[in-house]
């Protein structure tokens, strides 16, 4: 076994003496084992003990100040790109340490299958489909976005005594009339739009897409570098409060230009200074080589913002999340889910999750509880202290409970919706219909590939799930007509 590859533990427990709660965290961590093709090690093969990892418990009794919150997401990153995931091919140490130093999630969803409508139910803690802007999947003009009145993380946490910035990718509209300067982050430097050419920052339509506040900022270094000197500075500060950072890379996605392509960035900007979007959308380029250098260097950014969180003696009381805001596109490893961006299959919303809280979360443990982006905007509003507005409830449900008290969340069900597709997931079952129209039912414990649709099988579940899922839709805005 290769030093990148997950190890997990092997201690036997009686299933019967489980709560359901840890019973779904050994079910998590078993089929994070099966994925990636490896069996348990035995004790004479394994690693030093405490490098293993354990099913997640609440380390009760610790105590800290309320968090800062570094939220990291990376771009069209898929479920196992990760080493710590199962990739064969991708190293990626700094993010696989920041897992083994707190808990590694295995079944961690997204908000939605592409890009705007994933940050919508971070930003807001509800589906997309409740907003306006949130029916873009995603946004590619200028018509819609999320609107200044809704509360967000940023601004409910601003209200309860923190600071707030977002350094990278917005894609939740444009100027003038959406900022993240106007939704609760006092302090923006980035990209507003979906995708950027890394070198020249000219987005999809030809426009130079790199801004301080609101005003533009010139810089054609490479942006995965520019985000990680801002967000190293951004943590080194002298922060009289605590803070919340999103911090947001464009990596891996689309153009595939890792550092040093000048040549192809040069004619990529030819293109889209031609007129044409194909250039940025890079069809005709790319490889799983360079795709592996750009999630590589991803991990790199990371760790470079890790390093400066050290430097500034904030590490003990920070919460550092990473995550990616869909599942992966045309070069990503995504063994053995189906489907990828776009798609409500798992490979299209089942994302890499990670956290660590050293005052409060011991390290080297797995979760094999099902969790989704409003989810975390819950639970980071409660560990701040910041109370969600009633006017606009949550759809997410807060996991301090589970992390800080061994609590044992209720029961609920995940939804996804996009335009011709559904999901829904229910303990192990998952109900999905895809472009076909035809109702499937898988047990991901058994299938996380999605193939034995057991809709014959189980009628009266399938029924249960798609009348479940119907009422949650019955409450969203509906998909403008012709859109």
């Known amino acids: 076994m290769t030093s990148h590859e997950p190890v997990y533990s092997n201690n036997s427990t009686d299933k019967a003496s489980l709560t359901r709660r840890a019973f779904g965290t050994v079910v998590g961590a078993t089929a994070a084992t099966a994925a990636v093709g490896l069996s348990a090690a035995p004790a004479s093969a394994a690693p030093a003990e405490d490098a293993r990892e354990r099913p997640f418990r609440a380390a009760r009794g610790k105590h800290s100040r309320r968090p800062n919150i570094l939220f990291i997401l990376g771009d069209d990153l898929g479920w196992a790109d990760l080493s710590s995931y199962g990739s064969p091919h991708i190293h990626t140490p700094n993010l696989d340490r920041l897992g083994r130093e707190g808990v590694?999630?295995?079944?961690?969803?997204?908000?939605?299958?592409?890009?705007?409508?994933?940050?919508?139910?971070?930003y807001t803690g509800r589906y997309p489909g409740?907003?306006?802007?949130?029916?873009?999947?995603?946004?590619?003009?200028?018509?819609?976005?999320?609107?200044?009145?809704?509360?967000?993380?940023?601004?409910?946490?601003?209200?309860?005594?923190?600071?707030?910035?977002?350094?990278?990718?917005?894609?939740?509209g444009h100027l003038p009339d959406y900022s993240p300067t106007k939704s609760g982050w006092d302090e923006f430097f980035g990209n507003f739009g979906g995708a950027l050419e890394y070198y020249s920052k000219l987005g999809l339509g030809g426009e130079y897409d790199l801004y301080e506040g609101d005003a533009t900022y010139k810089d054609l270094r490479y942006y995965t570098r520019i985000l990680t000197e801002r967000a190293s500075e951004y943590v080194e500060r002298d922060h009289d409060k605590p803070w919340l950072l999103n911090l947001n890379f464009t990596t891996p996605h689309w153009p595939w230009i890792a550092e040093g392509?000048?040549?192809?960035?040069?004619?990529?900007?030819?293109?889209?200074?031609?007129?044409?979007?194909?250039?940025?959308?890079?069809?005709?380029?790319?490889?799983?080589?360079?795709?592996?250098?750009?999630?590589?260097?991803?991990?790199?950014?990371?760790?470079?913002?890790?390093?400066?969180?050290?430097?500034?003696?904030?590490?003990?009381?920070?919460?550092?999340?990473?995550?990616s805001d869909n599942g992966g596109?045309?070069?990503?490893?995504?063994?053995?889910?189906?489907?990828?961006?776009?798609?409500?299959?798992?490979?299209?919303?089942?994302v890499p999750a990670v956290l660590r809280w050293p005052a409060r979360i011991a390290p080297r443990q797995v979760s094999g509880l099902p969790v989704f982006s409003p989810d975390w905007t819950a639970t980071l509003l409660e560990l701040g202290g910041a109370r969600p507005d009633r006017a606009y409830p949550l759809d997410g449900i807060s996991l301090a409970g589970y992390l800080l008290r061994d609590e044992e969340p209720a029961e609920r069900d995940l939804f996804w919706r996009v335009r011709g597709e559904r999901a829904l997931r229910r303990g192990d079952w998952k109900y999905y219909r895809g472009r076909s129209g035809v109702d499937q039912l898988f047990q991901l414990a058994h299938d996380q590939r999605e193939q034995a649709n057991r809709a014959e099988a189980e009628p009266e579940l399938l029924a249960e799930l798609r009348a479940s899922w119907e009422r949650t839709n019955a409450g969203l805005l509906p998909y403008p007509t012709g859109a």
């Open 104 to 122: 590694r999630f295995t079944d961690a969803y997204s908000g939605s299958a592409t890009c705007s409508p994933t940050r919508f139910s971070l």
């Open 130 to 172: 409740r907003t306006k802007g949130g029916l873009a999947e995603p946004i590619a003009d200028r018509s819609v976005g999320l609107e200044p009145t809704h509360p967000t993380l940023a601004s409910l946490l601003r209200s309860a005594g923190y600071a707030t910035a977002l350094i990278g990718k917005w894609h939740c």
């Open 261 to 323: 392509d000048t040549a192809e960035s040069a004619e990529i900007v030819r293109r889209i200074k031609a007129g044409g979007l194909a250039g940025l959308f890079h069809a005709d380029g790319g490889s799983v080589e360079k795709y592996k250098q750009m999630v590589e260097d991803l991990d790199r950014s990371v760790g470079e913002v890790l390093k400066a969180l050290k430097r500034s003696g904030q590490e003990e009381d920070t919460l550092v999340f990473f995550a």
């Open 329 to 350: 596109e045309r070069f990503s490893y995504q063994w053995p889910l189906s489907g990828n961006k776009s798609s409500l299959q798992e490979g299209g919303i089942r």
